[in-house]
């Protein structure tokens, strides 16, 4: 691992990345490193375009502004893509995933990217109707992440997720989440 990862999520207000941002964080934390999450908001209103940062490292983060400079974004809302800010700063051989039912070239295309990024693309919002009922793609998109870099262990991002989840929801609900992330993890392109 470099000394610090660094994610910026993009998204609409309720698709859930601000949580996906913290689980991705606490799963890093019970692998023994050092975490940050926060989002980055206006006026709290279902749809509102957000952002949400996650940094992990293996040494204490000093750093608190901000991700100017990621490793990896992801983009849960596929409206988003062709936002110049989508790929602003990003770090020369980083990660794009994208929540989309087109192809990792489309995507490509569409954000004028070549060779310089790794663009990958999931339908996270279609995993997540069929396995939670909502169009949630948080979990989805947190499992490609994993998938994508390699850099978290699946089981313990199941682990965090079900103990988070288990204090809010029932049965049905968490194991529909962690459907979910199975799915991610295996669909990602």
Do not use: C
């Amino acid at each position: 691992m470099e000394q610090m990862v660094e994610v910026r999520w993009h998204a609409r207000a309720g698709q859930g990345a601000v949580t996906a941002s913290k689980y991705l964080a606490e799963s890093a934390m019970d692998e023994g490193f050092y975490i940050q999450a926060f989002p980055e908001y206006g006026a709290e209103r279902r749809g509102a375009l957000i952002k949400s940062f996650t940094r992990i490292s293996e040494k204490p983060i000093r750093v608190h502004s901000q991700i100017y400079n990621p490793n990896v974004v992801l983009i849960l809302d596929p409206s988003l893509v062709g936002s110049n800010e989508i790929t602003e700063g990003l770090r020369k051989g980083g990660k794009i995933i994208v929540n989309t039912t087109k192809s990792p070239e489309e995507i490509a295309k569409k954000l004028g990217v070549s060779d310089e990024f790794e663009v990958h693309t999931l339908d996270a919002t279609g995993i997540a109707n069929e396995t939670i009922g909502r169009p949630l793609p948080n979990m989805p998109m947190l499992a490609a992440f994993i998938k994508v870099t390699g850099f978290l262990s699946l089981e313990k991002v199941m682990e965090r997720t079900r103990k988070e989840l288990s204090k809010r929801f029932n049965e049905k609900i968490i194991n529909g989440n962690l459907e979910a992330v199975r799915r991610g993890y295996q669909e990602v392109n």
